[in-house]
């Protein structure tokens, strides 16, 4: 707490910047050297929350180019922190000025001028959605470690308001088809049809993203706080908007019978594997050998131009319209900062569980 | 991670201990000198997490006795480490020999065999429910000094199984009426005969806790990876057996919209206040004055008796059957332990929101 | 450890960067919102490490122009991460190219390529001089902020090779008056002369440097491992050629009596105070209202011109004669990068503090 | 800060204790699984610092018998954190009644009273020798990890008062003969000399402690903030009456040139070793190969029975005489608590280590 803007302990980010400063930073401390990186592989990531793709994200002209200031020597990471910058460009601090007077509701305004005594009320400042970026950034440099180890994600959108996705019907490979990031191109045409209703009604929607990563070793995360499913508890509702987190079948196993719950174990290619997987891949905090799942529930944009009550800073009751460009849906923009988080934790996690046998340390100096 | 038996950064709690080694007990660092303290202030809460005190619950006699052996003197904190021990007494080693030998469903024996090479196999071991007396006795000192400081917890009960609190029948002053603590004497009847039937069955059931924190200062918790929520969800997600996690609607959040979801603000007692709650007490990763309501999804205890599958050290795939007195469902020992981890969490923003501001930084060193 | 660079808890500072990548950077988070600050706050402090400034500091052209990037808005600091950056300018990479192949004496380039496999060999790269722009950056936010509380700070040159200053001569003024810092021109005209016979010698100096902290509040630091003095000891070791620390008396206080190196305490403007000043203003780990006294002993500038030996990449003994800009002796620009870590470590003790005692917080929460 | 009693980062040490509470304890967390560990390898540790052992040291008879209560289950450590326990039996409460109403010079009494209101008197209280028999168990288990792979130590008295060793007479063998500690007879029985001198004089004596270390991989430490030397600084200086540290040739290197300070490398036994060690083992805050030298000077022990003046709580000068059981000098039963320290802070970077290699994180999780 204080200082809350590092997050990890090996493998640590800390992000800086606000929507309408000069740009959005971010430091990676603790990645190991020898890691092939380019300007490329983080903007390939960050192209994946880009706005303005599609009619449900806002039409701003972000460029969001990131640059590489250091830790990068000669194509490979150095071990040394790896700093990366993108400017804000396209501010239009003029759209932002009249909400400097009173507390956008769903909005942490109020929460700024009482912790803070005043606040950047330039579009959000430091709770803007441009935050990601930094995380963005960062998580493109753990998925690439993670990617050279096996690990690999599967990352979407699970449902938009109403629309879920059904099981039967998931199709990963449409997933990259749609702009909703949905893996149903029906469900995708009914939560597009949504989200134009939702626009119409000058309202908004939220929605669910649903992360699996497959390829983890067992045994990452630890008994008692540092549980991986703990800290990627922390590491997602640590993303703005985010409202529930699940790891497996979440809260429906609290309607399951121990039964119904329990994963059996078996022998499969000549390993201990588990039959189902409702714990979703974590047993007492540590991963188990199959795909980790889980859910973030994201409210809907706050930001909305219907009439809305609030307050200005005069103590006065009033009534507002917020306009400007805003998003409809923040679920399929976040699907790559869950995606992001969840690479971060993981990566710590994977080097932090490299000192837990003494065998495997002496091992691991022997042929140092 | 690594070294994960510590909790908190200002307030800071490092629990140790196994089911069935000498004791379990926790190091509270970081409490600050003079609050009054004793023994029985301790108890008091370790008592609600006591087995033995309904059928639901498992027969074992523990006493669960508390010593306070460092960082009190003359009643008083002093600013010094706060050390309390619970020996172990009722430990019954030779009922859980015969589980060295194989993996339990739901459990981590897997895990932690895969991850440290071996097991203390004998009852969980640092994965023991017993491991939670550590916390509570930690959130006693907490919950004391929130206490003094006007905040207040209502914990509870709110789902076991498919029985629900309806919103209209709930009824604080029957929380404490029911072993199964629950707000409402209907669906605690109703509660009981479903675990009956789960008993019969040789099988467990999951449930829901809800914990409401009142009284709150705005402005605790960061903007960025400290978010109030964040550190809630990592600190009740470190919770053995808690599977999913909400703030406010949580899940339900997902499906509203923003008209709906929004909370207007408005002039009430001369204060900024929200006129509904659906954010449950935060914005954007900060208290925003109306209660903080959390939620956690516990699932079914995995220890049953009822024939699973799974396999043996010798990689044979067996049939096993798991006796011993356990309790059917989790969630109502569990309520003061949500309670506790949800003290620590906002004991510890307290502190760390005191140098929010420069101007109350001065101001406070002032009268020093 | 590991991601090593990050330093302080509540107020972090989080540096990146090498002497020749694009910059050089700071992340300082925490820093409580409200204190006014633009650039030419943090320039002041850069300009009395600047190069250039007289014969015994290299000639390098660096401007070390700083950028605020975040963390500020209309002049004030808003309790959000302040991003600052330096942008690399004089950078000769072909000065360096010799040095790849080969370990020089005294630098770290063979620890770099045994602990990451290769390194980034332009100028000392994470390890260069330069390093410290991030560090003074920070420390001049830290300044700041403790010079609103009434903490003031005395940095200069102890000692240059064999010239020391006599306490009889100390002339608090005159450290401004010389290229050395020191405060005593007589010495300060010696240790030049002393310089100069170095450099014509292709050799180089060590050097003490002393900072002494008045202001403080009585209390900061706690009893055990966060010692002020500990923590200070740490700040200062970590800025490179540190090898050795003192508090207080430091060395001599081993060769002193209990009855020679005790304190006694007496009354003066009605507060209890101290008749001497052995301890350097602490009493267990925490400050005792006397002046806080540091020296930091700083080895001989590694890169020399003469004739070394050394071995090279192809495992082969060879001579070698580093030439380039180089400073003679460390010290006089090393000043204020001693300043600044203390300077960042009293800040963050006195944030630590603000939770020492429960009727002070209870206090400051009435108040907020 | 705050919450100072935890040390270190993957091997994590929590201390608690007053001297005349109930007990003395630590957890250890992060000590890999599979370490043979038992309470005799914990005892051996402690004896070296028992008091009682001479004349020089205090006559209390203080047993310290340690207990492990948790963390180690059939003789080996199962990864789980470690609890140990010493109770304080001979306690003599009576002894210090009377320093409840002064503040001690050289003591912690007066900065205890400020930062927390009041304080334990009795003994020190938290301040009390008695805290390092904490810190020596945990040492104990550090060092037993290091010992497997191979890292010695050796921990001496360097100094006592103006006695100090002569280079030439060094001999290692006699350090387990006198009961100072010292690497000389003739030296041991002119620094007993000197000690009853003090002791008749009512006076006692200060000194310096010197650890090598032996067998460390190259490369341990950070560049930056985590500097290996820069964490034994902080782990030394953490203990009671340390005012200065060195590594290497520490403040004789300000006098030195960089020709004569640089170590030159060299092959020798088919690797890169130095010729020299001014450097103490380390560069750029990595371990360089050659034995890790440090030293830690000691004030004289503040307790003496000479008539000293100082302030009661009522704001009175007073003179008082400490009487009680106190040794003369503190380091030779310091120079275990040294090592432990030592021992703690290498262990932590080793594990540390792990991960500054992508190419060997990758083979590490390919063997598992």
């Known amino acids: 707490m204080a200082a809350g803007s590092t997050y990890g302990n090996i493998f640590k980010v800390t992000t800086w910047g606000e929507s309408h400063g000069k740009g959005i930073g971010v430091v990676v401390d603790g990645c190991p050297a020898g890691l092939s990186l380019c300007e490329a592989d983080i903007q390939k990531f960050l192209d994946r929350r880009k706005p303005g793709q599609s009619k449900f994200t806002t039409q701003r002209n972000e460029d969001d180019a990131v640059t590489i200031l250091s830790g990068v020597f000669e194509g490979r990471t150095t071990g040394t922190p790896i700093s990366m ?28 001028d009482e912790k803070y005594g005043f606040r950047d009320y330039r579009g959000g400042g430091r709770s803007s959605g441009r935050e990601t970026i930094a995380r963005v950034a960062a998580g493109a440099i753990a998925s690439k470690i993670l990617q050279e180890m096996g690990v690999a994600f599967l990352s979407y959108t699970r449902s938009i308001g109403p629309v879920s996705i059904e099981p039967s019907r998931f199709d990963a490979a449409e997933i990259a088809n749609n702009s ?3 893996p149903d191109a029906v469900a995708a045409k009914e939560a597009g049809d949504y989200l134009n209703q939702c626009m119409r009604n000058t309202n908004s929607a939220g929605g669910v993203c649903e992360c699996i990563v497959t390829g983890l070793p067992v045994g990452l995360g630890d008994p008692v706080f540092e549980k991986i499913d703990a800290n990627l508890a922390k590491a997602i509702f640590s993303i703005g908007a985010v409202k529930g987190f699940e790891i497996g079948d979440g809260f429906d196993a609290a309607r399951a019978t121990g039964l119904t719950n329990n994963d059996a174990f078996c022998i499969r290619d000549g390993k201990v594997q588990k039959k189902t997987n409702h714990s979703g891949g974590t047993l007492g905090g540590m991963t188990d050998g199959a795909p980790l799942i889980l859910k973030a529930a994201f409210k809907p944009t706050p930001s909305i131009a219907a009439t809305q009550q ?28 869950v995606e992001s988080m969840a690479a971060i934790t993981i990566a710590d996690a994977l080097f932090a569980n490299m000192s837990a046998r003494l065998d495997r340390v002496i091992d691991f100096y022997k042929n140092v």
């Open 310 to 337: 609030t307050v200005n800073k005069a103590g006065e009751e009033i009534d507002i319209s917020i306009h400007g460009r805003h998003d409809p849906i923040i679920v399929p923009r976040a699907v790559v900062v």
């Open 85 to 112: 910058l993108v400017y804000n460009k396209d501010q239009h601090s003029k759209d932002y000025s009249e909400i400097a007077s009173y507390y956008r509701p769903g909005h942490a305004d109020f929460c700024f």
């Open 180 to 182: 909703l990031y949905m």
